[in-house]
Each structure stands twice: as C-alpha cells, then as structure tokens.
Nanobody, 117 residues
C-alpha cells in the first residue's frame, strides 16, 4: 500500500513563499514520475509540476520561473518551492506518484495554499 502525505501549505501574502513537501511510503517502483497538482474551487485539477526519478522536470506555464520542484529519492520525498506567490495560486495542492513501468496512480489528501492580496 502506497501512502503520500503532503505538508507545508498555509496562508501567505502575495509575493511570499511556501515550501510543500510530499513524503511517500510503501512499495513504489524506483522508476516513477512524481508531480504536484492543484485544484481551485469550481475548477479542474491541473498539473503544476512534475519530476522523473532521473530528475527531468516539467512545469505549467503559469508557474515557470516562480516554482521549483525537486525530490530526494533516498527519502522518497518530493518538494515544491513556491516563490512570488499570487492570489491565483490559491488552491488545494495534491501530491501524485505514478510508476513508469508498472500499474499504479497514487494521490495524497492535499494541502491548502491560500494567497491573500
């Protein structure tokens, strides 16, 4: 059983920073892609950033230059450093992991990020 636990969300003023963490436990293939998604009220869940186990990253255009995704494979932990936050970044942020060569699609419970103007 795979479990993902997010932490680090909170309330911050526009222009501020937050760092999200996602700790994974359980049996996960070492070859995988981890990602952060977010969902604002009334909107669909969208990809924010993803990172392959080898380190290749991908970002949504809306966060390029402001957010940085990283991972520590030894600790099975992923991070999202969010700088220059904007009110439109307000959402519930979810952690996700998918093995590349095995079945599975795992989600955390989400952590709330609220950016005030």
């Amino acid at each position: 059983q795979v479990q993902l636990v997010e932490s680090g969300g909170g309330l911050v003023q526009a222009g501020g920073s937050l760092r999200l963490s996602c700790a994974a436990s359980g049996r996960i293939s070492s070859i995988n892609i981890m990602g952060w998604y977010r969902q604002a009220p009334g909107k669909q869940r969208d990809l924010v950033a993803s990172i392959l186990s080898g380190g290749t990253t991908n970002y949504a255009d809306s966060v390029k230059g402001r957010f940085t995704i990283s991972r520590d494979n030894a600790k099975n932990t992923m991070y999202l450093q969010m700088n220059s936050l904007k009110p439109e970044d307000t959402a519930l942020y979810y952690c996700n992991v998918k093995p590349l060569f095995a079945k599975g699609d795992y989600w955390g419970q989400g952590t709330q990020v609220t950016v005030s103007s």
